[in-house]
């Protein structure tokens, strides 16, 4: 009786706990939706206001009206779709020809490449910077999209060779003997098998891509290029007495919805993926 009190507690102690940090790690977000619909007034009044005390959808209104959001948003799309799926291609192929397939000195390009992970990436900001100049790629999206069909990523080939490795390799014999070269033996069989690291690795690259704000800065350097975090970015004014918050926290949600409905169709195979490797780890 005791030990089942006890556990109860516990139980109850858990879920408080977690609750607790789960409202911590949202007030963010919360923060941010509820000065949207706040007023200039309130939300840049000298005490805090939690909750807008009038709805104001004024912030909305002149964020949907802007041209320069619309362009901002369009690019945003363009940029990390194209992004994401040649990157997400190139990995899977540069993954597979790392689990699947024997050639020599596999094992030490694989281990160069793990290499790159510890170079940081603003060590690499000015020679990138000069390269892409040297070719004339500054002030458009080349610079953003092109390298990632290079499998840009070396965490992300990582994560799928594991996936990949678990894979019986009989399937690849078989499939051999049936008369299937590498490529149909890539698309047919074992990219079917991964939907779910997958989906894990789309996720992780959308979100990277989508909340990029240092390279369209760099590279793009026109408003007709510029992504949305860049023009969030640039809705602060510093010279400003008064900061247009409610604009600026408009803004930010309309940008997150592309995430929220990614992680919404993806996180079932997110799980899944973690599931797999708990088991087969």
Do not use: C
Not at 31 to 57: D, R, Y
Request: glycine share 4%.
């Amino acid at each position: 009786m005791r030990k089942t009190v006890l556990h109860i507690t516990g139980r109850v102690g858990l879920y408080i706990l977690l609750t607790a940090a789960s409202i911590l790690m949202a007030f963010p977000l919360l923060w941010m939706l509820s000065t949207s619909f706040k007023t200039l007034q309130e939300a840049n009044a000298p005490k805090i206001i939690w909750v807008p005390s009038e709805i104001s959808l004024d912030a909305y209104r002149n964020i949907l009206t802007d041209s320069d959001f619309i362009i901002a948003y369009v690019n945003s799309t363009f940029y990390a779709g194209l992004a994401l799926a040649g990157t997400l291609l190139s990995i899977a192929a540069v993954a597979y020809a790392f689990s699947r397939v024997n050639w020599p000195g596999k094992n030490i390009v694989f281990a160069l490449m793990l290499s790159t992970m510890m170079i940081p990436a603003q060590a690499l900001i000015v020679p990138q910077y000069v390269f892409f100049n040297a070719i004339d790629w500054i002030g458009t999206f080349n610079p953003l999209i092109i390298p990632g069909y290079f499998a840009g990523g070396a965490a992300m080939v990582f994560l799928l060779r594991q996936s990949m490795i678990q894979i019986p390799i009989e399937l690849d014999e078989s499939a051999v003997i049936d008369g299937a070269n590498h490529i149909q033996i890539w698309w047919e069989i074992i990219m079917p098998l991964i939907k779910a690291p997958l989906a894990t690795v789309a996720t992780f690259l959308f979100i990277g891509y989508w909340n990029n704000l240092l390279g369209p800065l760099l590279y793009a350097q026109t408003t007709k290029l510029y992504t949305l975090p860049v023009y969030v970015a640039q809705l602060y004014n510093i010279n400003n007495a008064t900061q247009p918050w409610p604009t600026i926290m408009a803004a930010a949600v309309l940008t997150t919805v592309p995430l929220f409905i990614v992680f919404f169709f993806a996180q079932r195979f997110i799980l899944e993926s973690v599931v797999i490797s708990g088991m087969k780890g």
